[in-house]
T-cell receptor, first 114, second 111 residues
Framework: GAVVSQHPSWVICKSGTSVKIECRSL??????MFWYRQFPKQSLMLMAT?????????EQGVEKDKFLINHASLTLSTLTVTSAHPEDSSFYICSVSPPGYGYTFGSGTRLTVV | DAKTTQPNSMESNEEEPVHLPCNHS???????IHWYRQLPSQGPEYVIH???SNVNNRMASLAIAEDRKSSTLILHRATLRDAAVYYC????????????FGEGTQLTVNP
């Protein structure tokens, strides 16, 4: 499978500020990456599909202006939570999917907005 | 995406086999059955996947019913490190398309 590095593993930010989360595919050129969010005691929820060189595809109910996704290279996708509020506190996880190798997930980023 | 149904929780004793069931009565003929697990505060990790035939790998075995409306993930000898949430997911592809996670089964392994 692929190797995925997600950074930071945790971050605390003040309400109203923006936070950027990076997802790197270390050994696979990923034209597509997936971003999930997971609230405590809940399952993963797909937020968006990140497409290299083009706009991300957002799931219904996910605000694209609040969760900015940039996938400028085949090895890096970033998720920026803009004007974060306490309700955005969650565990954010990225994923890549090399053909024939299933899905590999990052280790996740714990975001706490205070 | 076709829906899967799993028990909310299961318990096992260390070094005993564990059978984790998954119902997927609306599975289509082209749906693959994927199993992932998630340890606390980590991203999910791949366990196994199959289409029609039973599958074995170093982590687990996947037993698929003949009508494909259910499957069972088998951990042959549970260890404390197997305590995790196990997700059974259907997808029309083995990779590349979105995965929709259900609630999964929280497996507790007792020493």
């Amino acid at each position: 499978g692929a190797v995925v590095s997600q950074h930071p593993s945790w971050v605390i930010c003040k309400s109203g500020t923006s936070v950027k989360i990076e997802c790197r595919s270390l050994d696979f050129q990923a034209t597509t990456m997936f971003w999930y969010r997971q609230f405590p005691k809940q399952s993963l929820m797909l937020m968006a599909t990140s497409n290299e060189g083009s706009k991300a595809t957002y799931e219904q109910g996910v605000e694209k202006d609040k969760f900015l996704i940039n996938h400028a290279s085949l090895t890096l996708s970033t998720l920026t939570v803009t004007s974060a509020h306490p309700e955005d506190s969650s565990f954010y996880i990225c994923s890549v999917s090399p053909p024939g190798y299933g899905y590999t997930f990052g280790s996740g980023t714990r975001l706490t907005v205070v | 995406d076709a829906k899967t149904t799993q028990p909310n929780s299961m318990e096992s004793n260390e070094e005993e086999p564990v059978h984790l069931p998954c119902n997927h009565s609306t599975i289509s003929g082209t749906d693959y059955i994927h199993w992932y697990r998630q340890l606390p505060s980590q991203g999910p990790e791949y366990v196994i996947h199959g289409l029609t035939s039973n599958v074995n790998n170093r982590m687990a075995s996947l037993a698929i019913a003949e009508d494909r409306k259910s499957s069972t993930l088998i951990l042959h000898r549970a260890t404390l490190r197997d305590a995790a949430v196990y997700y059974c997911i259907l997808s029309q592809e083995t990779s590349g398309s979105r995965l929709t996670f259900g609630e999964g089964t929280q497996l507790t392994v007792n020493p």
